[in-house]
């Protein structure tokens, strides 16, 4: 007999989602003076860069930029 659920995803495909990060991530930018520059997604896929690429507070950027955007992103590091 076939299941019409859905098979669970792995929790890797999940996107990350808090109640308020995105308002959140953007303020917290806006304190260290961040702009982020977003028009949309030209594709369903691609590759986003964060720049500058010089300290550890690169991941913490990364992340409340893809926080501000709204956007399901997965990290290869």
Partial sequence: MPCAAEAPRAISERPVRLAGGSALARALLRLARWRVAFD??????????????????????????????????????
């Fill in 40 to 77: 949309g997604l030209p594709a369903r896929q691609g590759v986003v860069i964060v720049y500058p690429h010089t300290s550890n507070w690169d991941f913490v950027v990364g992340v409340l930029a893809k926080w501000s955007i709204g956007i399901p992103v997965h990290f290869w590091g």
